[in-house]
């Protein structure tokens, strides 16, 4: 019994949790990989996840990433946020790596 009130309820919880995720798809611009995007989501942006369908996104990110001398390693990453029908939002130029989509996530909440 406490088996089927268990699965009653996360099955009644699941709609809620999905339509409460914020959807964001990076631009083909985007030369950031998606694992460094998606990480830094997961550490900064709970309730948002980075998909691969800009059609169905809530917004579309643009992520240029700043490159050491030797190619390899990224210093920061600069992001531009778009709307679903392509007005910017905003724009970040951070001076470190981390902090460029903790102000994007920080912009998509105050935006709820």
Do not use: W
């Amino acid at each position: 019994m406490k088996f089927t009130i268990a699965v009653f309820a996360m099955l009644v919880a699941l709609p809620t949790f999905a339509q409460s995720t914020i959807r964001i798809a990076l631009t083909p611009r985007s030369n950031v990989p998606s694992n460094v995007v998606a990480k830094d989501m997961d550490k900064r942006c709970p309730g948002m996840v980075l998909t691969l369908d800009g059609e169905h996104a809530d917004y579309l990110l643009e992520g240029e990433a700043v490159y050491a001398i030797n190619g390899i390693n990224i210093i920061r990453v600069q992001y531009t946020l778009f709307a679903p029908n392509g007005d910017t939002l905003m724009h970040t130029n951070p001076r470190n790596h981390g902090s460029g989509m903790k102000d994007v996530c920080a912009y998509i909440e105050s935006r709820k």
